[in-house]
């Protein structure tokens, strides 16, 4: 096998790679909207028991801590949504342009070779915004899962405060 049909070969893989990884942070993201709605639900069916049997917590202290948490819940909500934005990579050129490319450069592409590189081109530059729109994704992902984090602890912070006070 030659350098160039390795090298085009390799180049395939690698596309297919930044295909999965794409696919596999959308589905993250999806999962953390999934989990942030069963903590919203769950946080908002748990406050009117709370109110019913708060003890010497004030009402205060339960909006206050129902509105932390939920606060950070909803930017978890909004970092997973921003991960699953669609944006413009590049693609293949269409037929159209691709033959008018092929018409008007027609010597550049006699070869085999020639044929291969302006292969391996193209794929690398799609690769490459593929790339960094996962990267881009993969950001906002890790916000969204800091802020989901954070709902979580502040939560127990809240449980732990609220046992104080309680005992």
Known sequence: MDVLKFLALLSEQILAHEHDCEKAVIEQACRMQTAFSFITASLFMLLPVVFEHRGPLTENFIFISFSVITLFLILSLVAATCAQNRRKV???????????????????????????????????????????????????????????????ISCLVVFVIALCKIF
């Not at 006699?110 to 530059?125: D, G, L, P």
């Open 90 to 152: 590049e693609d293949f050129p269409n037929i159209d342009k691709l033959l008018l490319h092929f018409k008007d450069n027609y010597r550049l592409f006699e070869t085999t070779e020639a044929r291969q590189k302006y292969y391996i081109e193209t794929i690398s530059v799609i690769q490459e915004s593929y790339h960094s729109r996962t990267e881009w994704r993969g950001k906002w992902l890790q916000w969204s899962m800091y802020l989901f984090y954070t709902s979580i």
